[in-house]
T-cell receptor, first 114, second 113 residues
Framework: DAEITQSPRHKITETGRQVTLACHQT?????MFWYRQDLGHGLRLIHY???????NKGEVSDGYSVSRSNTEDLPLTLESAASSQTSVYFC?????????????FGPGTRLTVL | AQSVAQPEDQVNVAEGNPLTVKCTYS??????LFWYVQYPNRGLQFLLK??????LVKGSYGFEAEFNKSQTSFHLKKPSALVSDSALYFC???????????FGTGTRLLVSP
């Protein structure tokens, strides 16, 4: 079955370190998204991509970057981790070639920045 | 700009009773509306969506939602709650021409036996 996976599931890092969170989907979806989930804020969009070589900033993109070199993967990089980036991160994907479709979510990565 | 409000942080209901989780939205054009559920330590699972047509949308696990354009609302409902429905529920909106979702802050549903 097609799926969307994230790794690692849990990560502890130190302030100032570079961290990359992986997202891999086997749905062959064009659209991929990264969100962070924080208490009282719901899910907020970090970056998104509508296809290979396409990336766009979301509402909370400062300190994060993404690259899309193939359809399946959208890694999220924290250039210099900060304590404010402690959060749960979710990757999602969707496909709209046949109409408005829902997004499918990965299981999440819990990141702690000490 | 698109926005979603979920006015209740938590909803408590007894098993077997009907439940409602409220959602209001703001968009400049026609909305696409979604409900997702999140169980502990899991990702979000899609429940249902409103695109166009019938204002009453039926979804997974016996849930339904009513789209009300005049009140800009999209409340989630279920006629008879189960303890297993206890989870965090998110409403989300997007506009025609955009593929980004804007989420509400979530409502925790607690169904007591």
């Amino acid at each position: 079955d097609a799926e969307i996976t994230q790794s690692p599931r849990h990560k502890i890092t130190e302030t100032g370190r570079q961290v990359t969170l992986a997202c891999h989907q086997t749905w062959n979806h064009n659209n991929m998204f990264w969100y962070r989930q924080d208490l009282g804020h719901g899910l907020r969009l970090i970056h998104y991509s509508y296809g290979v070589q396409d990336t766009n900033k979301g509402e909370v993109s400062d300190g994060y970057s993404v690259s899309r070199s193939n359809t399946e993967d959208l890694p999220l990089t924290l250039e210099s981790a900060a304590s404010s980036q402690t959060s749960v991160y979710f990757c999602a994907s969707s496909e709209e070639r046949t109409g408005v479709r829902e997004q499918f979510f990965g299981p999440g990565t819990r990141l702690t920045v000490l | 700009a698109q926005s979603v409000a979920q006015p209740e942080d938590q909803v408590n209901v007894a098993e077997g009773n009907p439940l409602t989780v409220k959602c209001t939205y703001s968009v400049s054009g026609n909305p696409y509306l979604f409900w997702y559920v999140q169980y502990p330590n899991r990702g979000l699972q899609f429940l249902l969506k409103y695109i166009t047509g019938d204002n009453l949308v039926k979804g997974s696990y016996g849930f339904e939602a009513e789209f009300n354009k005049s009140q800009t609302s999209f409340h989630l409902k279920k006629p008879s709650a189960l303890v297993s429905d206890s989870a965090l529920y998110f409403c989300a909106v997007r506009e025609l021409g955009f593929q980004k979702l804007v989420f509400g802050t979530g409502t925790r549903l607690l169904v007591s036996p």
